[in-house]
């Protein structure tokens, strides 16, 4: 069975850092591309970032271009998101997701919450 | 990057109506288009991909259609179930796009 487990989220003030780990089982790990998706508190669903399966190419949207990072160890089945220079607007349960451009091979985890708050 | 717009952004009907959501995409996407559906507190789930694929162990009475830039979701007979918010999603390329929403509500 997929399984993707979010965790590192958490209560954190404006201009400061937290990475979210993502841990992955029931699939093969190294063959998907993976992404981060969050929503913020009653707005809809906005895709944060993608990676290859390999590692080699990284996508990112406008709006954490330059201060999130993307990353994954395929040798633990984990994938990453380290988020610098928080903001307000950063506010959001961050989903891991799985072959999300793939659709029929899809999977969700069940997000974890990032607090900004002074 | 392409944007997929959905309307309309709020929807209210009854028990048994059919309904429908559109998708617009600003440039052709062929059939890269999922559906999703999302109730409050829990991950999306996945109803149709390639515009029109019902996917597994979803009910006959969701169906997409459409291709290049212009995508429906149609629900055939509303269900109490169904009262949540649907979102469309841009399939086989990153930056994925997700459409701004759709609440469906009870009339």
């Known amino acids: 069975e997929v399984q993707l487990l979010e965790s590192g989220g958490g209560l954190v003030q404006p201009g400061g850092s937290r990475r979210l780990s993502c841990a992955a089982s029931?699939?093969?790990?190294?063959?998907?591309?993976m992404s981060w998706v969050r929503q913020a508190p009653g707005k809809g669903l906005e895709w944060v970032s993608g990676i290859s399966a390999s590692g080699t190419s990284t996508y990112y949207a406008d709006s954490v271009r330059g201060r999130f990072s993307i990353s994954r160890d395929n040798s633990k089945n984990t994938l990453y998101l380290e988020m610098n220079s928080l903001r307000a607007d950063d506010m959001a349960v961050y989903y891991c997701g799985k072959d999300l451009a793939v659709a029929d091979e899809a999977y969700w985890g069940q997000g974890t919450l990032v607090s900004v708050f002074s | 990057d392409i944007q997929l717009t959905q309307s309309p952004s709020f929807l209210s009907a009854s028990v048994g109506d059919r309904v429908t959501i559109t998708c617009r995409a600003s440039?052709?996407?062929?059939?890269?288009l999922a559906w999703y559906q999302q109730k409050p507190g829990k991950a999306p789930k996945l109803l149709i991909y390639d515009a029109s694929t019902l996917q597994s162990g979803v009910p006959s009475r969701f169906s997409g259609s459409g291709s290049g830039t212009e995508f429906t979701l149609t629900v055939s007979s509303l269900q109490p179930d169904d009262f949540t918010t649907y979102y469309c999603q841009l399939l086989n390329r990153f930056p994925l796009t997700f459409g701004g929403g759709t609440r469906v509500e009870i009339k």
């Open positions: 440039q052709d996407i062929r059939n890269y």
């Open positions: 029931g699939f093969t790990f190294s063959n998907s591309a």
